[in-house]
């Protein structure tokens, strides 16, 4: 499911761009480009908005002390999102009983947009599959879960998420695939008891 090299053309050049330009303004452009996917990403680990405040900030301080360094070897992106991840794991195996309050805040905050078609039965089952899934994914082991949640929701390419992971790609596929293959299981479970 990777994307295509002219996919990424138009971001590299965006990227250079913003790498040609002075340390201070660079930075500006990278926090307004990625600062939002950012957050939200470290987010799914940190599991509160003070902390993945604070570690969102971490990050963008280290990016700007280490742009220096950046050897473009993979996009910005995934380079940001390495950092960002790496800062997240490291919060957390300071922080690890925080790991609850993601899955719970995540479960209540989950919204299915309404269909205008849809009844407001259809809405409600809508709503408590997706939540359902929510838990579901935010209850596998984080080697799994970070994955799901790069590949998923944040749509990174498995070579995007194995340059972020510093992992190989043949790992990311193999990890995404077994956490599809949990997730199938738990929810298969899950349907089992309330329908059974």
């Known amino acids: 499911m990777g994307h295509s090299e002219a996919f990424h053309s138009p971001c590299r050049e965006i990227e250079q ?4 330009t002075a340390p201070t303004r660079a930075i500006e452009k990278i926090m307004d480009l990625y600062g939002d996917e950012i957050k939200r990403l470290i987010y799914t680990y940190v599991k509160n908005t003070a902390d993945t405040d604070d570690v969102t900030q971490e990050v963008f301080v280290t990016v700007y002390k280490k742009l220096d360094t950046f050897k473009g070897q993979s996009s910005l992106r ?4 390495s950092i960002a991840i790496n800062k997240a ?3 957390l195996r300071s922080w690890q009983s925080r790991n609850k309050r993601l899955k719970d805040r995540l479960i209540q905050s989950a919204r299915v947009k309404k269909d205008t078609s849809d009844s ?3 809405h409600t089952l809508k709503q408590s599959e997706f939540s359902s899934l929510l838990n579901q994914v935010m209850g596998l082991p984080i080697k799994y879960r970070e994955v799901i949640v790069l590949h ?3 749509e ?3 070579k995007e998420i194995a340059d972020a992971l510093s992992m190989k790609e043949v790992s990311v596929r193999t990890r995404l695939k077994r956490g599809r293959d949990k997730l199938k299981q738990l929810l298969s479970a899950e349907r089992g008891v309330t329908n059974g």
């Open 17 to 20: 761009e913003i790498l040609n």
């Open 89 to 91: 794991k490291d919060h």
């Open 120 to 122: 407001p039965e259809d």
């Open 156 to 158: 990174l390419s498995t």
């Open 78 to 81: 995934s380079w940001i999102y």
């Open 152 to 154: 998923y929701f944040k």
